[in-house]
């Protein structure tokens, strides 16, 4: 199983940014996809997720309206795309792989940063 994250960077507050996600290794339409984030010295935060097989989705309260996660399941890849971007955003994200999206994580991937100035 892999997990590749990739496009993230240092963006200005309220730009935007788009993070892919490539899975291999696994059937990927019997799982979910998710991100979640962690900020130096902060604890990891769940932030999206979206189930492969129905395309149901999940975001933590305070990326809604802001981020979305979309799934491309011939490319095998999951988006996250990240809008009206906030200093308080920055974080390395991650993707994982879940049975469900908020239960069984196993794998993960090695992360890509995302810096928002002010």
């Known amino acids: 199983v892999q997990l590749v994250e990739s496009g993230g960077g240092l963006v200005q507050a309220g730009g935007s940014l788009r993070l892919s996600c490539e899975a291999s290794g696994f059937t990927f339409d019997d799982y979910a996809i998710g991100w979640f984030r962690q900020a130096p010295g902060m604890e990891r935060e769940g932030v999206s997720c979206?189930?492969?097989?129905?395309?149901?989705?999940y975001y933590v309260d305070s990326v809604k309206g802001r981020f979305t996660i979309s799934s491309d399941n011939a490319k095998n890849t999951v988006y996250l795309q990240l809008n009206r971007l906030k200093p308080e955003d920055t974080a390395v994200y991650y993707c994982?792989?879940?049975?469900?999206?908020?239960?069984?994580?196993?794998?993960w991937g090695k992360g890509t940063l995302v810096t928002v100035s002010s």
């Open positions: 979206i189930s492969s097989s129905d395309g149901s989705t």
């Open positions: 994982a792989r879940y049975d469900f999206c908020g239960y069984g994580m196993d794998y």
